[in-house]
Nanobody, 117 residues
Framework: QVQLAESGGGLVQAGGSLRLSCAAS????????MGWYRQAPGKQRELVAT???????NYAESVKGRFTISRDNAKTTVYLQMNSLKPEDTAVYYC???????????WGQGTQVTVSS
């Protein structure tokens, strides 16, 4: 099993920045993809960004150019640098760990990001 510890959420004004962190621990499989998803009120959970072990990234179109995902493999930690935040970025952000070979997903508890105008 994998445990995910998230941090970095909060309240910020439009145009501001936040950095989310998620550290994975437990039975870690090296072939994995980590990432961030978000869910706004009344909406489905959606992909924000993912990053594979060797650095391949994938971003939602709505965050390209504003958000940057990165990872520290030694710490098994994924980061999401969020710049130029907009009110529409307001959501609960969930860290995701996916073991590719086992096809198992693990989720963090979620951290609230609120962007005021």
């Amino acid at each position: 099993q994998v445990q995910l510890a998230e941090s970095g959420g909060g309240l910020v004004q439009a145009g501001g920045s936040l950095r989310l962190s998620c550290a994975a621990s437990g039975s870690i499989q090296s072939r994995n993809v980590m990432g961030w998803y978000r869910q706004a009120p009344g909406k489905q959970r959606e992909l924000v960004a993912t990053i594979a072990y060797f650095g391949t990234t994938n971003y939602a179109e709505s965050v390209k150019g504003r958000f940057t995902i990165s990872r520290d493999n030694a710490k098994t930690t994924v980061y999401l640098q969020m710049n130029s935040l907009k009110p529409e970025d307001t959501a609960v952000y969930y860290c995701n760990f996916r073991s590719v070979t086992d096809r198992i997903d693990y989720w963090g508890q979620g951290t609230q990001v609120t962007v005021s105008s």
